[in-house]
């Protein structure tokens, strides 16, 4: 997923300024859209806009500076179908847990069970976190939709990990 | 903060095929009052035999048990039973619901035997219902109810007493998210109310919430870990680390 993806697609719905997509962007995520960086919808409007999929135009405003209005050009337009119609899913596979596991358990360097649990505390206070923003949100909000998606995903995780723990433990029952 | 549960040493025996196995093995355990424990561990590492050590189900070998200030594990069956009664809530699995009674009548019998009247048991029995989303159930039997509201009925049941201590094994194993919500909002009030819950479950929804985990192998505790509070954002969402990508 690219940033740019994500902008074409908040101008997809009608021209608008960057502050205005900004707010759009906040409002889809949540409390997830605090770790977003408030000047990269900025910086990627005049990146799309060198890339002719947006076009600027200035609008006179009466107090303050003109403010530029966003548009999106017939080929954004294209590539905000080509996004919709793209099956890529980020992949969570935990690859490098499950190697760290399998090194651990070869060299003895630590014990396995011990690293599983770790970790699974580690996930259960993200999962925690989770659950405390989850509180706060209207349950109804695209915002928290999301944080249940993110807390499905850790829960899998925890079970994956509770998974591993079992069996370790029968290896080494036998 | 009170002590409300305490455990010294607390070991139980099952015959094995050579030397028997140590379901609990040393067990030292403090419960403060508001204060929730969540026990993991893998399966047979001795959790549900503790939970039944501490509340009584079954009885310790050697070791010490302290509830609510009194020592409990030398009491005879009889006495243990009435001091469980009014003191311990048990949310298992199996949920041993009266089969001739209705829903409310199974949640208040607790409350009518340790002398509560019945309009003080009813109104409190339906306020539990309520809560946990299944007052319209209240006058069917258990065989007219889902598994999840059977379930929820066994919550309200070991509530109504408001125990010293509340002791669940899986106790969101068949419910929805919503009804465990519903549950996991019911607890967080125990603990504001000063009762101390202790509970065993693969869900990682419901052991987030402990205040503390502790960590079972082979019968013997071998962590314990505060989990605290935390509301940092930056990172917590994976995905959107991805976002600041350029393709």
Same mark, same amino acid.
């Given at each position: ?26 409002? &889809? ?21 060198? &890339? ?61 069970? &011990? ?28 915002? &928290? ?30 | ?81 009435? #001091? ?7 949310? #298992? ?8 009674? +209705? ?76 009804? +465990? ?5 019911? #607890? ?20 987030? +919430? ?20 935390? +509301? ?16």
């Amino acid at each position: 997923m690219s940033m740019r993806d994500v902008v074409l697609s908040l101008l997809a719905k009608e021209p608008a300024h960057g502050y205005e997509l900004r707010q759009r962007l906040a409002q &889809a995520l949540g409390p997830a859209g605090g770790a977003l960086n408030p000047g990269q919808v900025y910086v990627t409007l005049s990146r799309l806009e060198r &890339a002719g999929l947006v076009e600027a135009r200035e609008v006179a405003q009466p107090s303050q500076p003109d403010k530029k209005v966003y548009e999106l050009t017939a080929a954004g337009l294209e590539r905000v179908m080509d996004w919709f119609n793209d099956l890529t899913w980020s992949k969570v596979a935990p690859l490098e847990f499950h190697l760290k596991l399998v090194a651990a358990a070869a060299t003895r360097l630590t014990d396995p069970v &011990a690293l599983v649990d770790s970790q699974r505390l580690e996930l259960l206070r993200e999962l925690r976190q989770l659950q405390e923003l989850a509180l706060r949100e209207s349950p109804d909000s695209d915002g &928290a939709l999301l944080l249940e998606g993110a807390s499905l995903r850790l829960q899998a995780d925890i079970r994956w990990l509770e998974v591993c723990q079992q069996r370790i433990v029968e290896r080494e029952a036998r | 903060m009170s002590m409300v549960l305490e455990a010294r040493g607390l070991v139980r025996r099952y015959p094995g095929d050579g030397a028997p196995i140590r379901a609990v093995d040393g067990v030292d355990l403090v419960v403060e009052a508001g204060e929730a424990v969540s026990v993991m561990g893998p399966s047979g590492c001795g959790k549900s035999t503790l939970l039944h050590l501490l509340g009584g189900l079954e009885r310790p070998d050697a070791g010490e048990l302290y509830l609510g200030g009194a020592r409990v594990d030398g009491l005879s069956e009889t006495r243990w039973a009435v #001091f469980r009664r009014r003191n311990v809530g048990f949310v #298992f699995q199996a949920f041993h619901l009266v089969d001739e009674l +209705t829903a409310v009548e199974n949640v208040e019998l607790p409350a009518l035997l340790v002398g509560v009247s019945r309009r003080a048991a009813r109104h409190r029995a339906m306020e539990l219902l309520e809560r946990l989303g299944v007052a319209e159930r209240a006058g069917r039997l258990p065989d007219h109810l889902s598994g999840g509201e059977r379930q929820r009925v066994a919550v309200a049941r070991a509530l109504i007493n408001q125990p010293l201590v509340v002791l669940a094994d899986e106790p969101t194993g068949n419910l929805d998210s919503r009804a +465990t919500g519903d549950i996991l909002r019911l #607890f967080g009030e125990l603990a504001r109310a000063g009762q101390a819950l202790l509970l065993v479950t693969h869900d990682a929804r419901v052991a987030s +919430t402990a205040d503390r985990l502790l960590t079972m192998r082979d019968g013997a505790i071998v962590a314990q870990t505060r989990l605290g509070a935390g +509301t940092s954002v930056a990172g917590l969402l994976a995905g959107l680390a991805e976002l600041g990508g350029e393709r």
